[in-house]
């Protein structure tokens, strides 16, 4: 089983970038699946989930300027980042749980991160 993200990279401020992550090894259709972020020397924390029916939910930091979607048929979510401020820099991590909750510790699985850089 394997989530995989993609699209990270280095962006100005005010650019955007649009992330992807692809699951493999089992379907994921019936999960929700999440984003989360890690600046360093910062705890990992959340930026968005989206249910196994599409509903969205976002963090305040990020409500308005980042839109997350799946598609379901192919098992992958993605994430368009817009309006991007240097303090969005961090690894970002897909994820997948049962439910879409902001906890990290309701997310079974996860993958390897990809890192987005915003300069100033």
């Known amino acids: 089983v394997q989530l995989q993200a993609s699209g990270g990279g280095l962006v100005q401020a005010g650019g955007s970038l649009r992330l992807s992550c692809a699951a493999s090894?089992?379907?994921?259709?019936?999960?929700?699946m999440g984003w989360f972020r890690q600046a360093p020397g910062k705890e990992r924390e959340f930026v968005s989930t989206v249910s196994w029916a599409g509903r969205t939910y976002y963090a305040d930091s990020v409500k308005g300027r980042f839109t997350t979607s799946r598609d379901s048929a192919k098992d992958t979510i993605t994430l368009r980042m817009n309006s991007l401020k240097p303090e969005d820099t961090a690894v970002y991590y897909c994820?997948?749980?049962?439910?879409?909750?902001?906890?990290?510790?309701?997310?079974?699985?996860w993958g390897q991160g990809t890192l987005v850089t915003v300069s100033s």
């Open positions: 090894g089992r379907s994921f259709s019936s999960d929700a």
């Open positions: 994820a997948a749980g049962v439910v879409p909750t902001p906890s990290v510790k309701d997310y079974r699985y």
